[in-house]
Structure formats: C-alpha cells, structure tokens
C-alpha cells in the first residue's frame, strides 16, 4: 500500500517548456488535489477532481491544467512554464467531503524550478 | 475574505510543552485540521475537530472554539522530532479546505 505516490520528484524547467506531474493513490479515494507550497505562504489549491471524469477550478488555476482519466490517477499540467511557477507542488487525496472521510492525505511533492 | 491566523515560528525546549494557536475567519466552518509537515516532506495528518472541546492523542491534544474561531494545538513532553512546521487549516462552507501558513516549531535541547 504505497499510498499517495508522485513523479518526478524534482525537475527544472526552462521558461517556455511543458510537463506533467503525475499523482497516483492505491486507497480507492474518490477526491483528490494539486496544491503549491510556497514560502510563507499556505498550501493553495490549483485544482481539484471529485471522480474520474470530473475537474474544477481551485484558487490559483491559471498557467496549469489538469486530467483524470482513471480514477487513481491525477495529472498536472504545465503548458508553458513560468519563473512564478517554481514551487512545490503536492497531491493529495480524500473520501468525499461531508462523508466523515475528509482527510487528505499527501504525496511526497514535486519540486519545481522554472528558469 | 478568509483568513487564518498562526505564528511564523516558536522556540520551545526539549521535554516542555508548547502551545500553537490557530484563529479563522472563513466563510462557514465545516471542521478544523491539524498537519505536521517536516522540512522537504508532505503534510501528514495529526487531527480533526468539528465539535467544540479538548481532543488528546497521546503527546499531542487539538482544542476547538468554533464561538471564538479559535483552536490551539498542544504538544507535551517535546521531542527533537516534533521541530517542523504545524499546519492549521478550516473546511468552509463549501467544503473548500482552508490553510494557514504554518508555524515553524524549533525544539531546543
């Protein structure tokens, strides 16, 4: 049970270039989400998906975009990379909210550098 | 708009105890949690309160004011292990997972 799982673990990117970080759970959770982590700052949500089909739109959605084909997986991406998107970036995922399964439960974290 | 509110960072010596308090602002209040996050790695859950009152696990007890808009996170008998930073975050009303910006605990021998 390997839990909330992310690749790459560190990457550095030129200003311009596209990725996608990949995000997989093996706890059948129906929720899961892209936050950024910068300092001094709280985690802020990029997206989130509540199933597999299904995205929204989270507090900073500009610059990414996101996929969930299948239900344990969850990709970020970055169509044209910016300076002001070198962060680290941490999935997460959950039981429905108001289920009484509302822990989020955290991958390891991509960190990004955009030059 | 939605606020909360933690120190940036304490200081507190090994085998004391230590307080982090956590106050919110939010639109709606569907629960509060706590995480602990150590430097270069992930959040990991610590606790949960919907209902007002004092919730102890073990070294580590989380209290909640929803009246106040107040909750504090009590570490005993600290070890150098807790040093890391202690997340406070609120579900509003739409379920939205609000986060304060940590307060880094620094353990002293």
């Known amino acids: 049970n390997a839990g909330v799982t992310q690749t790459p673990k560190f990457r550095v990117l030129k200003t311009g270039q596209s990725m996608t970080l990949l995000c997989a759970q093996d706890?059948?959770?129906?929720?899961m989400y892209w936050y950024r982590q910068d300092p001094g700052m709280g985690l802020r949500l990029i997206h989130y998906?509540?199933?597999?089909?299904?995205?929204a739109k989270g507090e900073v959605p500009d610059g990414y975009n996101v996929s969930r084909l299948k239900k344990q997986n969850f990709l970020l991406g970055l169509e044209s990379a910016a300076p002001s998107q070198t962060s680290v970036y941490f999935c997460?995922?959950?039981?429905?909210?108001?289920?009484?399964?509302?822990?989020?439960?955290f991958g390891p974290g991509t960190r990004l550098l955009v030059l | 708009g939605q606020n909360i509110d933690q120190p940036t960072e304490m200081t507190a010596t090994e085998g004391a105890i230590v307080q982090i308090n956590c106050t919110y602002q939010?639109?709606?209040?569907?629960?509060l949690f706590w995480y602990q996050q150590h430097a270069g790695e992930a959040p990991t859950f610590l606790s949960y309160?919907?209902l007002d009152g004092l919730e102890e696990k073990g070294r580590f007890s989380s209290f909640l004011s929803r009246s106040k808009g107040y909750s504090y996170l009590l570490l005993k008998e600290l070890q150098m292990k807790d040093s890391a930073s202690y997340l406070c975050?609120?579900?509003?009303?739409?379920?939205?997972?609000?986060w304060g910006a940590g307060t880094k605990l620094i353990i002293k021998p």
């Open positions: 997460a995922s959950s039981f429905p909210i108001g289920t009484g399964g509302e822990t989020q439960y």
């Open positions: 706890m059948n959770h129906e929720y």
């Open positions: 998906s509540v199933g597999e089909g299904t995205t």
């Open positions: 939010t639109s709606g209040f569907n629960g």
């Open positions: 309160n919907v």
């Open positions: 975050a609120v579900l509003d009303s739409n379920y939205q997972l609000i």
